[in-house]
């Protein structure tokens, strides 16, 4: 199972050598494990994406960090759409 999991990494790998800077890496990295923690709780990544794309940018979390706990792909508080139905399994 967590060979499986990683095998897109190690795909991927020889992509990412062409990275120019140390902050395009990071900024790669860190969309990769947002992608990967949607998948691991059975989320639609691009529903998933788009929804955290429209709401954070609107949210004080300078004010109110703990607001980034409805963000989180294991959040109860995502909208309906961001999960996978039991229908399309």
Sequence with gaps: MVER???PFT???KNWVTMKTDRGADDSAIVYSII???LANDLKVYEY?????KQMPNTDFR???ELIENFVPWSKTLPASCY???NNE
Excluded: D, E, F, M
């Excluded at 994406?49 to 794309?53: D, E, G, K, N, P």
């Design 36 to 38: 990967q923690s949607a």
């Design 11 to 13: 795909i991927g790998r």
């Design 5 to 7: 999991s990683i095998r």
């Design 49 to 53: 994406l788009v929804y955290l794309l």
């Design 84 to 86: 996978k139905s039991k």
């Design 63 to 65: 004010t109110n960090p």
